[in-house]
Nanobody, 120 residues
Framework: QVQLVESGGALVQPGGSLRLSCAAS????????MGWYRQAPGKERELVAT???????NYADSVKGRFAISRDNAKNTVYLQMNSLKPEDTAVYYC??????????????WGQGTQVTVSS
């Protein structure tokens, strides 16, 4: 059974920092592309950052220069370091794991989410 368990969400003041963690079990993340997505109330889920199995990273324009995604394959964990947080970063943050098996077939998994609230 595959599980992605996010942690680290909290209430933080504008300008503050948080580090989110996503601990995986039931899969070995070194072959997966891992990502963080977020969903604010009344909005669709959106990509925040991804990191491939080759450690190539991609970020949403809204978080470039402020957020950093990283992975520790030995710990089977992915992280999202969030700095200079803004109220518009408030959302539930979800961890994602994807593996392309070929011939159009994917293994995709999601965590349950962790709440990040940026407010004074």
């Amino acid at each position: 059974q595959v599980q992605l368990v996010e942690s680290g969400g909290a209430l933080v003041q504008p300008g503050g920092s948080l580090r989110l963690s996503c601990a995986a079990s039931g899969i070995t993340i070194n072959i997966f592309s891992m990502g963080w997505y977020r969903q604010a109330p009344g909005k669709e889920r959106e990509l925040v950052a991804t990191i491939t199995s080759a450690d190539r990273t991609n970020y949403a324009d809204s978080v470039k220069g402020r957020f950093a995604i990283s992975r520790d394959n030995a710990k089977n964990t992915v992280y999202l370091q969030m700095n200079s947080l803004k109220p518009e970063d408030t959302a539930v943050y979800y961890c994602n794991a994807e593996y392309y098996r070929g011939l159009g077939s994917w293994n995709k998994y999601w965590g349950q989410g962790t709440q990040v609230t940026v407010s004074s």
